[in-house]
């Protein structure tokens, strides 16, 4: 059998030690001088027919011959019918997790080779297309009365949100190997109601269940009391970000590989036959007899999945106890706040484009007359543009003469970003300009352009939020607005964000809340006693640790500049931050040099004051260091692998991670608690309330003006519940700011409408 390994380049990787069978070696570009391998640089001679198999060894390799951009997901498996994908073993030297996946991807390859394992694919006899009630009703008579007490179901939809398109069907598996996709044509009153049945009998399967359940209940108000989520599940076991799709997964979990191989190259074909972008491509043109069989394989693959995923969860009880009270009650309750909506006043929305827009050009104007920036022009004989990185390097540098900062693009050219600019503002107007340009047509051109066209008819903007999306369980969000991303410094974007008569927008914010739980988890009395204390906590920290005279209200007139030290040291350790970075920290918010001597010495006594913070952070690095992971309050497990590696630098960054993670995802978890409970609240009340958002710490309402009180205490009290991590006494802080809009009346105040 002749297989074939390609490189980038040739490499000192002895192939013979991994794999029993012979290989010819290649490699794209056979200059070994080379750095960075181009399109140019490749030189590769090989009949690839010649082969039965072709491994492909790291990303270059990987695109060049299959056209996607991720070995990683293909890792050890078929990609194309004759090319397998692997990891460049190189990277097992600076990040140890690599390992375990490079072994892994050599023994699934030489059992490819071998002919051991096998790419399978399922037929029409397994999978098939239904497009008639009766035999609809027959399949749904048979998934009721399986045994098994679960039913993966897919949903087919023209839109990715709800109220933007219609559902075109639905997919079901309740049996191994064989599922179907159903036309929702098919469906009648019957068929609902024997769905409905089912759906109430059986615990229903989902991947991405926020979505389907989105579309399964707005297009046919069914109810799901019972539902699991294979993508959630495996988040339990990998909680990095972007590794979770059912494609991936079934990739790397089933026989079936990339099932969808041949529906993407009918889409692409398509594209190119009517002029269509990729983008722009949407599944209501795939024609159904098309469309059956990989859709049937969506619920085919998810019920493998939640076959192969619910036992090892169940086993761990922390893992479990995060999956179905964070995740999966999760899911119920952003579903609800997604479908509230983030209530948007579109008349402010069109004023702050206009005035933004008139600001942008105003700006603009005012850049040219910049004598610099005239003599740039003259020598170049053309129109400076802002917008050019090339130009703009050229201006600061060898036209003001300005010192780069120190910070290269990946190029290794001087960066011009926004750090950057912000720095050397201080020496010169023009860079000061530029950045205050760049922020106001990021203001329009990301939030007013996009939300503007984005409002549904009741003028509220319906995005996404996930509770996959970062390693620390902090939601994220995405789609059609990220919420965790509005402009903090320019009131326009949440000016915007207005409750509509009668109501009021409450915003409830926790306070010095991941602190709080590291003064917990460290049992540290005296960090402790800083929060019984209730007075302004940086303040009270700064008194206790640099031992300020007077008393605790008085330190924010007479001591600004201690009252930030301590603030920076505090988040700084939280962090892992060092005496150059918390250094660097204070010296920006202050605008006073803070050595990095003066920031080792504010540390040594913050650890003085508080000497169980010392020995927890020190206790729980050692933890990190010997084995590679910890467990957060709640359960939630963060693996560091890395912790592992030579490179220090990698190591070092690992702990830090490992760290933050047990004070950060607590923090978040008593805010993600606090709303599940309070959401289910305001059902069983009826009360006038709708939570539209959680932005960071911060839990967003629209509420009824006369109740506004009432739901601030309630949401109080389930926001302090005793969760097995509270200082007696002296429950986690909660603001409440209420207003008629998110910036708190600073839109007012700055455009006067």
Same mark, same amino acid.
């Given at each position: 059998?002749?297989?074939?390994?390609?490189?980038?380049?040739?490499?000192?990787?002895?192939?013979?030690?991994?794999?029993?069978?012979?290989?010819?070696?290649?490699?794209?570009?056979?200059?070994?001088?080379?750095?960075?391998?181009?399109?140019?640089?490749?030189?590769?001679?090989?009949?690839?027919?010649?082969?039965?198999?072709?491994?492909?060894?790291? $990303? +270059?390799?990987?695109?060049?011959?299959?056209?996607?951009?991720?070995?990683?997901?293909?890792?050890?498996?078929?990609?194309?019918?004759?090319?397998?994908?692997?990891?460049?073993?190189?990277?097992?030297?600076?990040?140890?997790?690599?390992?375990?996946?490079?072994?892994?991807?050599?023994?699934?390859?030489?059992?490819?080779?071998?002919?051991?394992?096998?790419? @399978?694919?399922?037929? +029409?006899?397994?999978?098939?297309?239904?497009?008639? *009630?009766?035999?609809?009703?027959?399949?749904?008579?048979?998934?009721?009365?399986?045994?098994?007490?679960?039913?993966?179901?897919?949903?087919?939809?023209?839109?990715?949100?709800?109220?933007?398109?219609? &559902?075109?069907?639905?997919?079901?598996?309740?049996? /191994?190997?064989?599922?179907?996709?159903?036309?929702?044509?098919?469906?009648?009153?019957?068929?609902?109601?024997?769905?409905?049945?089912?759906?109430?009998?059986?615990?229903?399967?989902?991947?991405?269940?926020?979505?389907?359940?989105?579309?399964?209940?707005?297009?046919?108000?069914?109810?799901?009391?019972?539902?699991?989520?294979?993508?959630?599940?495996?988040?339990?076991?990998?909680?990095?970000?972007?590794?979770?799709?059912?494609?991936?997964?079934?990739?790397?979990?089933?026989?079936?590989?990339?099932?969808?191989?041949?529906?993407?190259?009918?889409?692409?074909?398509?594209?190119?036959?009517?002029?269509?972008?990729?983008?722009?491509?949407?599944?209501?043109?795939?024609?159904?007899?098309?469309?059956?069989?990989?859709?049937?394989?969506?619920?085919?693959?998810?019920?493998?999945?939640?076959?192969?995923?619910?036992?090892?969860?169940?086993?761990?009880?922390?893992?479990?106890?995060?999956?179905?009270?964070?995740?999966? @009650?999760?899911?119920?309750?952003?579903?609800?706040?997604?479908?509230?909506?983030?209530?948007?006043?579109?008349?402010?929305?069109?004023?702050?484009?206009?005035? &933004?827009?008139?600001?942008?050009?105003?700006?603009?104007?005012?850049?040219?007359?910049?004598?610099?920036?005239?003599?740039?022009?003259?020598?170049?004989? $053309?129109?400076?543009?802002?917008? $050019?990185?090339?130009?703009?390097?050229?201006?600061?540098?060898?036209?003001?003469?300005?010192?780069?900062?120190?910070?290269?693009?990946?190029?290794?050219?001087?960066?011009?970003?926004?750090?950057?600019?912000?720095?050397?503002?201080? +020496?010169?107007?023009?860079?000061?300009?530029?950045?205050?340009?760049?922020?106001?047509?990021?203001?329009?051109?990301?939030?007013?352009?996009?939300?503007?066209?984005?409002?549904?008819?009741?003028?509220?903007?319906?995005?996404?939020?996930?509770?996959?999306?970062?390693?620390?369980?902090?939601?994220?969000? $995405?789609?059609?607005?990220?919420?965790?991303?509005?402009?903090?410094?320019?009131?326009?974007?949440?000016?915007?964000?207005?409750?509509?008569?009668?109501?009021?927008?409450?915003?409830?914010?926790?306070? *010095?809340?991941?602190?709080?739980?590291?003064?917990?988890?460290?049992?540290?009395?005296?960090?402790?006693?800083?929060?019984?204390?209730?007075?302004?906590?940086?303040?009270?920290?700064?008194?206790?640790?640099?031992?300020?005279?007077?008393?605790?209200?008085?330190?924010?007139?007479?001591?600004? /500049?201690?009252?930030?030290?301590?603030?920076?040291? *505090?988040?700084?350790?939280?962090?892992?931050?060092?005496?150059?970075?918390?250094?660097?920290?204070?010296?920006?918010?202050?605008?006073?040099?803070?050595?990095?001597?003066?920031?080792?010495?504010?540390?040594?006594?913050?650890?003085?004051?508080?000497?169980?913070?010392?020995?927890?952070?020190?206790?729980?690095?050692?933890?990190?260091? /010997?084995?590679?992971?910890?467990?957060?309050?709640?359960?939630?497990?963060?693996?560091?692998?890395?912790?592992?590696?030579?490179?220090?630098?990698?190591?070092?960054?690992?702990?830090?991670?490992?760290?933050?993670?047990?004070?950060?995802?607590?923090?978040?978890?008593?805010?993600?608690?606090?709303?599940?409970?309070?959401?289910?609240?305001?059902?069983?009340?009826?009360?006038?309330?709708?939570?539209?958002?959680?932005?960071?710490?911060?839990?967003?309402?629209?509420?009824?003006? @006369?109740?506004?009180?009432?739901?601030?205490?309630?949401?109080? +009290?389930?926001?302090?519940?005793?969760?097995?991590?509270?200082?007696?006494?002296?429950?986690?802080?909660?603001?409440?700011?209420?207003?008629?809009?998110?910036?708190?009346?600073?839109?007012?105040?700055?455009?006067?409408?």
């Amino acid at each position: 059998m002749a297989v074939a390994i390609i490189e980038t380049k040739m490499s000192s990787t002895n192939w013979d030690r991994y794999f029993d069978f012979e290989v010819d070696r290649y490699a794209l570009c056979s200059n070994s001088s080379i750095k960075k391998v181009l399109k140019k640089d490749v030189d590769i001679e090989i009949d690839t027919d010649a082969y039965e198999w072709l491994i492909l060894v790291g $990303s +270059e390799a990987f695109k060049m011959y299959t056209k996607k951009t991720s070995v990683t997901e293909f890792n050890g498996k078929v990609c194309d019918s004759k090319f397998l994908g692997l990891i460049n073993p190189a990277m097992i030297k600076f990040k140890p997790e690599a390992k375990t996946e490079f072994e892994r991807a050599v023994e699934s390859i030489s059992k490819y080779v071998s002919g051991e394992l096998k790419q @399978e694919r399922l037929g +029409e006899d397994k999978c098939y297309g239904i497009t008639e *009630t009766s035999d609809l009703m027959i399949y749904l008579n048979k998934a009721l009365a399986d045994k098994k007490d679960y039913v993966a179901l897919d949903s087919e939809t023209s839109a990715l949100y709800c109220r933007d398109g219609y &559902m075109l069907g639905f997919s079901m598996s309740y049996e /191994a190997n064989h599922g179907v996709y159903v036309d929702c044509e098919a469906i009648d009153e019957e068929a609902e109601a024997l769905m409905q049945k089912i759906f109430d009998t059986k615990r229903i399967v989902f991947h991405n269940s926020k979505f389907d359940l989105q579309w399964f209940e707005y297009h046919f108000n069914f109810k799901f009391p019972r539902f699991e989520d294979t993508m959630l599940m495996h988040y339990m076991f990998d909680e990095q970000p972007g590794k979770h799709g059912l494609k991936q997964l079934a990739i790397k979990h089933t026989p079936y590989g990339d099932y969808e191989q041949e529906l993407d190259q009918w889409r692409e074909s398509y594209c190119k036959t009517h002029g269509i972008l990729k983008g722009d491509f949407s599944y209501d043109l795939i024609p159904f007899e098309v469309m059956k069989t990989y859709a049937a394989m969506d619920a085919v693959v998810t019920l493998l999945l939640f076959e192969k995923f619910e036992a090892p969860l169940k086993s761990n009880d922390k893992l479990y106890w995060v999956y179905k009270n964070l995740l999966i @009650e999760g899911v119920r309750f952003l579903k609800d706040a997604e479908s509230n909506g983030v209530p948007f006043d579109k008349t402010r929305l069109e004023f702050g484009q206009k005035r &933004m827009n008139e600001d942008i050009n105003k700006a603009v104007a005012e850049l040219y007359k910049f004598p610099e920036v005239k003599a740039y022009e003259k020598a170049k004989g $053309s129109d400076f543009n802002p917008n $050019s990185t090339v130009q703009l390097r050229e201006l600061l540098f060898d036209y003001l003469n300005l010192t780069p900062t120190g910070k290269k693009t990946g190029t290794g050219a001087h960066s011009t970003d926004a750090e950057v600019l912000g720095q050397l503002a201080e +020496e010169h107007e023009v860079p000061k300009h530029i950045l205050e340009i760049r922020q106001k047509v990021k203001i329009k051109s990301t939030y007013l352009d996009k939300i503007i066209p984005n409002l549904d008819r009741d003028s509220r903007l319906r995005t996404n939020f996930n509770l996959h999306g970062t390693t620390s369980g902090r939601l994220s969000s $995405s789609g059609k607005l990220n919420m965790q991303q509005l402009p903090r410094d320019n009131p326009t974007v949440k000016g915007c964000i207005k409750a509509k008569e009668g109501y009021k927008i409450v915003a409830m914010d926790l306070t *010095t809340a991941e602190v709080y739980c590291a003064a917990i988890l460290a049992k540290d009395v005296g960090l402790q006693n800083v929060f019984k204390s209730g007075g302004n906590f940086h303040s009270t920290i700064a008194k206790q640790v640099f031992r300020l005279p007077g008393e605790v209200e008085d330190v924010a007139e007479f001591y600004p /500049a201690k009252r930030q030290q301590a603030k920076a040291v *505090t988040f700084g350790i939280m962090y892992g931050a060092g005496p150059k970075k918390i250094s660097e920290q204070v010296t920006k918010d202050s605008g006073e040099y803070f050595s990095p001597l003066q920031a080792k010495e504010v540390i040594d006594d913050y650890f003085e004051a508080f000497p169980k913070l010392k020995e927890w952070l020190d206790n729980t690095q050692k933890f990190i260091q /010997a084995n590679g992971y910890v467990y957060s309050h709640f359960g939630r497990k963060r693996r560091l692998p890395n912790v592992f590696s030579k490179d220090k630098g990698i190591a070092s960054h690992e702990v830090r991670s490992g760290v933050n993670a047990l004070v950060q995802s607590v923090s978040s978890d008593i805010n993600l608690l606090g709303a599940i409970d309070m959401q289910k609240h305001i059902i069983a009340t009826g009360m006038d309330a709708k939570i539209f958002a959680l932005v960071h710490d911060s839990v967003l309402a629209e509420v009824k003006e @006369e109740i506004v009180e009432e739901y601030s205490a309630k949401l109080k +009290e389930v926001i302090q519940k005793d969760r097995g991590l509270m200082i007696p006494g002296a429950p986690v802080g909660c603001d409440f700011d209420v207003a008629e809009d998110y910036s708190l009346g600073k839109f007012e105040k700055l455009y006067g409408i």
